[in-house]
């Protein structure tokens, strides 16, 4: 067990709505990052959260925003949905900025 | 524009062979590499990484060298097991930066036949 459980784990969406990812991370770990994983690609990052601010942001427009919870949750956001925005999103949470993460098993998003 | 580039989608050994993995990269500001392997249906896990200070990295089965003239990284695995079949993602981390913000190749998968 990896200790970061992320839901659902698939999703479908039409294009133009919006949709919710969520991340548990494990007790104690206040740095949480996403990814996103296109087919065929490596995981590329999206933004990191430290201490529920965000701490970091990739090349992702502003549609793409996030938050995280004092219970160690976050949740990853995106509006306006895309087909390009089909892709499995990763979660990854450390107990601090500089520590390793883990990653959880993603969700995979199909827009349609 | 791609700044870790693994040119080698996919990779068969047999078992018991070496199994070599191969990773470039072009910002001379990275200053940590990583690796992480990925079974189908789970998130990458973290196998073993290398600070920019060193040239090489050895866990059990597993090392990494670092060529840092050449912008170069490698994964030796020996032996080489069925288990180790998954996909190979090397990753890189910009000078002072999260272990949380990396930049990841575009992985290779390593099938490893009995």
């Known amino acids: 067990e990896t200790g970061v459980t992320q839901s659902p784990t698939h999703l479908i969406k039409t294009r133009g709505q919006q949709v919710t990812l969520r991340c548990s991370s494990q007790?104690?770990?206040?740095?949480v990052s996403w990814y996103q994983q296109a087919l065929g690609q490596g995981p590329q990052f999206i933004f990191q959260?430290?201490?529920?601010?965000?701490?970091g942001r990739g090349n992702f427009p502003p549609r793409f925003s996030g938050l995280q919870f004092p219970n160690y949750s976050s949740e990853l956001n995106v509006n306006a949905l895309e087909l390009d925005d089909s892709a499995l999103y990763l979660c990854?949470?450390?107990?601090?900025?500089?520590?390793?993460?883990?990653f959880g098993s993603g969700t995979r998003l199909t827009v349609v | 524009d791609q700044q870790v580039k693994q040119n080698s989608p996919s990779l068969s050994v047999q078992e018991g062979r070496i199994s070599i993995l191969n990773c470039d990269y072009t910002?001379?500001?990275?200053?940590?590499f990583l690796w992480y392997k990925k079974y189908p249906a789970e998130g990458p896990t973290f196998l073993i990484s290398?600070?920019?200070?060193?040239d090489k990295n050895e866990d059990g089965r597993f090392t990494v060298f670092l060529n840092k003239s050449a912008k170069h990284l490698s994964l030796h695995i020996v032996p080489s097991q069925p288990g180790d079949s998954a996909v190979y993602f090397c990753?890189?981390?910009?000078?002072?930066?999260?272990?949380?913000?990396?930049?990841f190749g575009k992985g290779t998968k390593l099938s490893v036949k009995p």
């Open positions: 990854a949470s450390s107990l601090d900025l500089h520590g390793g993460y883990t």
């Open positions: 007790s104690g770990h206040n740095t």
């Open positions: 959260y430290y201490r529920e601010e965000e701490n």
């Open positions: 910002n001379s500001m990275f200053d940590y």
């Open positions: 290398i600070s920019s200070i060193k």
């Open positions: 990753a890189a981390r910009n000078y002072g930066g999260s272990q949380g913000n990396l930049i």
